[in-house]
């Protein structure tokens, strides 16, 4: 991965307010926070607000998390360094680019297309060659790749998609916003020995998943 020391005070300061501050505290999730060069992924002209406590527009009625959302969803899947993980809607490609540096293999589906180019290219451009970007409805998962011993969805579903249990490795553990368009829950998916057990973590607002397995349009305001 190609290092860069742009913006380096403003992502040091980010890891320290909006990160630490609020109680994340896992070294390695910290360390790739600090190494992806997150204005990279945010459309040019708002680059100088890639570092802010907020999510931002990417194009196309999509949104790049909040910072502190990324860390906190990557945090509690408890990453090893030969995991394979998979991760749904890759919009402009930086939460795969921080999961890349904490797994063996990151897998991500994206259903706009042009997204999806786009940030499949952003990602080999910065080396990183360990993510592979699908272009499809990720409420089906990659059966194909599975089982997947993370699996990280980024829009908001009405229910936990049944595929994505099915492709949760033995051990696996699965993050997902669960709610309608306006209120969600972070539900933790966690498996032991076949048994699935759910917590609920904080209240969060993103975009909707649309697909078999999400709405079936975008759910009204
Ligand atoms: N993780 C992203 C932000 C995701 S925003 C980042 O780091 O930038 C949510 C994304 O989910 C959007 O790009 C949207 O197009 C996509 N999406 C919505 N439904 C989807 C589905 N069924 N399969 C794959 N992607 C989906």
């Given at each position: 991965m190609l290092e860069t020391k742009e913006y380096a005070p403003q992502r040091a300061e980010m890891i320290e307010k909006q990160l630490?501050?609020?109680?994340?505290?896992?070294a390695a999730v910290l360390a790739a926070m600090l190494a992806v060069p997150r204005h990279q992924f945010v459309p040019e002209e708002l680059r100088s607000r890639a570092y802010e406590d907020a999510p931002l527009p990417i194009g196309g009625g999509q949104t790049i998390s909040q910072p502190y959302i990324v860390?906190?969803?990557?945090?509690?899947?408890?990453?090893?360094?030969?995991?394979?993980v998979l991760e749904i809607g890759?919009?402009?490609?930086?939460?795969?680019?921080?999961?890349?540096?904490?797994a063996r293999?990151?897998?991500?589906?994206?259903?706009?297309p042009e997204l999806a180019s786009a940030a499949s290219e952003k990602l080999a451009r910065l080396g990183y060659h360990n993510v592979h970007v699908h272009?499809?409805?990720?409420?089906l998962g990659l059966p194909e790749f599975a089982p997947f011993d993370g699996i990280l969805v980024a829009a908001a579903a009405p229910e936990v998609p049944e595929p994505l249990l099915t492709q949760l490795?033995?051990?696996?553990?699965l993050i997902?916003?669960?709610?309608?368009a306006d209120n969600q829950e972070l539900q933790l998916v966690e498996k032991h020995a076949g048994v699935f057990s759910t917590k609920m973590l904080e209240g969060?607002?993103?975009?909707?998943?649309v697909g078999h397995h999400g709405w079936q349009k975008p759910p009204l305001r």
């Open positions: 630490r501050r609020r109680g994340i505290s896992d860390a906190a969803m990557t945090s509690v899947l408890r990453l090893q360094p030969g995991d394979r890759t919009g402009c490609g930086f939460q795969a680019a921080v999961l890349s540096h904490l293999e990151v897998f991500t589906i994206e259903l706009r272009c499809g409805d990720g409420t490795a033995e051990t696996g553990r997902i916003p669960v709610g309608d969060c607002r993103f975009v909707p998943l």
